[in-house]
């Protein structure tokens, strides 16, 4: 998930690492393109929190809801639930805190997304991935005080009675993967992870935190569902800068190499893997202005434009390859990638 990612970034991103006439960004290889509406039950402009729901549960959301009904408190099963009781293994990445809206949506139900601790305790103790690694520290080491919906932030005891190993930097996360860890919480950060070309050695990049996951899951033999999110692409977005931006493309982009790489190691992982990118919105009504009259240059960021500070309601591209990629490749609400994707679980 390139959070926030309109058609214009890809341009802009492709561009400046590669020249108008270069090789295009990993995930415009695969071959299955088709693109979705994104509007909310409530909003035809989405915030992340609805917008994921509508991919982990196939229902429309109000803007702000975690897969959650407000009203009557009734909440449908995520996609990572489904794929748990399939037996498969489970695992959420993202350069936020984990506990925001995207990641949340797939592992929690709250009525809204700013309920971050209660976030933190359903994924320890009810949907439970086997890999948790983002920012977001406070709402697990008990520093943060009580959240919308009441809960507390002392959750990671929790996470360790329920059988997690904690890591807090990428040296320590490579002991336990080579140890043999099946089950891991990361947590690098006290909030979100520093911008991609900022981040310090100590800590993972989001190809690193992918490939890292990618060694823990695989090793289910019943197969795996993971959530991967380059988060801050959309807060690039909605500040309407193009250097973080190219930034954080650079590292989805990378971290789109290291999976695409993972299923290029077997026939096997080729024929059963399903890899599907999409943005749960555009941000910033972000536009490519030049240079006109001459040529754009790779290095060189090109002339932007924005229309806002915030999310547009354009639609968003699908890129996608494997099993079931093939009826992604059309014109699609959000909703419809819950049932293409659990269909593909199947």
């Known amino acids: 998930v390139p959070d926030g990612m309109g058609l214009a970034y890809v341009t802009a991103a492709r561009t400046f690492l590669n020249g108008p006439d270069g090789n295009p960004l990993a995930f415009e290889t695969m071959p299955v393109i088709g693109y979705q509406r994104t509007h909310s039950a409530d909003s035809f ?6 917008a994921a729901s509508a991919w982990a549960c196939g229902e429309k959301f109000d803007n702000g809801e975690i897969c959650y009904h407000g009203p009557d408190g009734t909440y449908p099963r995520t996609l990572l639930e489904l794929a748990r009781e399939m037996g498969k293994a489970t695992g959420l990445v993202a350069t936020s805190r984990i506990t925001h809206a995207t990641p949340a949506a797939f592992g929690a139900h709250v009525v809204h997304r700013d309920c971050e601790n209660s976030i933190a305790e359903d994924m320890v103790t009810v949907t439970r991935p086997d890999v948790i690694l983002g920012g977001g520290a406070r709402h697990f080491d008990g520093t943060q005080g009580i959240d919308l919906c009441g809960g507390l932030s002392d959750n990671l005891p929790s996470a360790i009675s329920n059988g997690y190993e904690f890591v807090a930097d990428y040296p320590d996360l490579l002991t336990a993967i080579d140890a043999g860890t099946d089950r891991i919480i990361g947590l690098f950060t006290s909030s979100h992870m520093p911008a991609h070309m900022d981040l310090p050695p100590d800590l993972p990049t989001l190809a690193e935190m ?18 991967i999110e380059g988060s801050q692409i959309d807060w690039a977005g909605h500040a309407n800068d ?3 931006l190219m930034g954080e493309m650079i590292g989805f982009n ?7 790489a993972w299923v290029n190691d077997s026939p096997s992982r080729i024929n059963q893997t399903l890899i599907v990118v999409v943005a749960d919105h555009e ?5 490519v202005n030049g240079p006109y009259g001459t040529q754009a240059q790779a290095g060189v960021i090109i002339e932007d434009g924005w229309t806002s500070g915030n999310h547009t309601a354009i639609d968003t591209i699908i890129w996608s390859q494997g099993p079931g990629s093939l009826a992604l490749g059309a014109a699609l609400d959000n909703t419809d990638l819950f049932r293409i994707i659990l269909e593909a679980m199947k």
């Open 45 to 50: 402009v989405t915030d992340s929190a609805a």
């Open 210 to 227: 992918s490939a890292a996951a990618l060694d823990i899951l695989e090793e289910d033999k019943d197969g795996f569902f993971i959530m």
């Open 242 to 244: 193009p250097a973080y």
């Open 254 to 260: 990378e971290a789109v190499q290291a999976v695409k």
């Open 283 to 287: 941000t910033g009504g972000f536009a």
